[in-house]
């Protein structure tokens, strides 16, 4: 490792004993959808604890982030200084991911856990108990046509 590396890796320390990347997803959420509570339904969190992941980010970096005009967060030079490599971080995160998963290739049995920025992913697990019960169910709802 050389010298500009351990300065960076000092650096980025204090970054990971905050626990910055919710603060980070907290934070983009909120300047680009202009609302707190927008960020918060988006990010699937309830609003408070959005709210204490901006309070620990802005604690953390010593600069505010945010200023209130009426009932709108407003971002702060900081904040827009800050957005911009939160946009790096997040790009170089998944670069990293798209090459790992290239290292990785095709798992058996083994679906993604992400879908598409926008999208929404749902995994189920039943067991074979509550599937079996609901089967009479359901073949009375959708019955079979006979092949004929």
Same mark, same amino acid.
């Given at each position: ?22 603060? !980070?997803?907290?934070?983009? *959420?909120?300047?680009? =959808?202009?609302?707190? $509570?927008?960020? %918060?339904? +988006? ?29 709108? !967060?407003?971002?702060?030079? *900081?904040?827009?200084? =800050?957005?911009?490599? $939160?946009?790096? %971080?997040? +790009? ?29 992913? !749902? ?14 169910? %359901? ?10």
């Amino acid at each position: 490792m050389d010298s500009s590396q351990g300065r960076a890796a000092m650096a980025s320390r204090r970054y990971i004993r905050h626990g910055m990347l919710p603060q !980070l997803a907290a934070f983009e *959420a909120v300047v680009r =959808l202009g609302s707190a $509570t927008r960020a %918060a339904e +988006a990010l699937c969190m309830a609003q408070p604890t959005l709210s204490g992941h901006l309070r620990k980010l802005s604690e953390a970096l010593g600069v505010r982030l945010f200023e209130l005009q009426g009932k709108r !967060l407003v971002p702060t030079d *900081a904040a827009r200084v =800050l957005l911009a490599s $939160t946009h790096d %971080a997040f +790009a170089a995160f998944e670069r990293c991911e798209q090459v790992l998963a290239g290292m990785r290739g095709p798992q058996p049995g083994r679906r993604p856990t992400q879908g598409r920025p926008g999208t929404t992913c !749902l995994n189920f697990v039943t067991s074979p108990a509550p599937s079996e019960a609901m089967l009479p169910a %359901a073949q009375y709802a959708h019955p079979l046509e006979p092949n004929e």
